[in-house]
């Protein structure tokens, strides 16, 4: 047999998204301190690469809403107020509670299997004590994007991922203990939706989301208050 015909495709990942993914990953973990400078020179020589190929992921960064750019200042990590958060999650709830009505009048038996999956992913990675907050987060984050995804509003979904990079700094916020309870919540939701009962799936759905906001902003207020 030629050696041609036993070739399989390889993985590759441009070094661009390598970078984009550890510093994302650094920003929401808290690597970097909220308002936090991001020097160029010494970051693109901590992770052994160019500054144009750190740029380039720095730009994806800011479009996330992670960073933000002043051109006479330099580049900031995004260090969101409570009025900014409050603003972000009154858009969420929004979004999120309309897609999920429409979500149940739409959702198929195959949706309902991977929301369950979503659901089951995420009780699973809480359960395990020293799992870093932000694989929860992204696991979160996940299931709700389904929920907007299932709406079958692709305007809807545009603007709510538009929210996620704050969303991420947010989130990242949050103790494990709160976000313990995060996958009960969920289950309510899809619960819900196998019911077919659209106004149970809203309730439990904004009731989640607000809790979330109140707490994510006591959270905001008291280290606001710290920092005076």
């Known amino acids: 047999m030629a050696l041609g015909n036993s070739l399989t495709p390889t993985t590759y990942t441009p070094l661009r998204d390598e970078v984009l993914a550890t510093l994302r990953q650094a920003l929401i973990s808290g690597g970097f301190a909220a308002g936090e400078r991001i020097r160029e020179v010494e970051l693109a020589a ?11 992921a720095l730009r994806h960064l800011e ?8 051109p006479h200042r330099g580049t900031f990590v995004v260090k969101l107020t409570p009025e900014e958060a409050e603003d972000i999650y009154g858009l969420r709830i929004a979004l999120e509670a309309y897609a999920v009505e429409r979500a149940t009048e739409l959702v198929t038996p195959e949706d309902l299997e991977q929301l369950q999956g979503a659901v089951d992913a995420f009780r699973t990675i809480v359960r395990t004590e020293r799992t870093a907050l932000s694989p929860r987060v992204e696991l979160d984050l996940q299931f709700h994007e389904l929920i907007c995804d299932l709406s079958g509003n692709s305007r809807l979904l545009r603007t709510w991922k538009e ?5 991420r700094l947010l989130l990242s916020t949050f103790q494990t203990p ?17 019911a077919g ?12 989301l607000i809790d979330s906001r109140d707490r994510l902003l006591a959270t905001l207020r008291s280290t606001s208050r710290d920092d005076e």
């Open 46 to 56: 901590r992770l052994g690469v160019s500054r144009g190929t750190l740029r380039e």
């Open 63 to 70: 479009q996330e809403g992670l960073i933000v750019t002043n």
């Open 163 to 167: 929210l996620c990079g704050p969303l």
């Open 178 to 194: 709160y976000m313990s309870g995060a996958p009960d919540h969920h289950q309510i939701v899809v619960d819900a939706l196998r």
């Open 197 to 208: 009962d659209s106004a149970a799936a809203r309730e439990v759905l904004t009731k989640h």
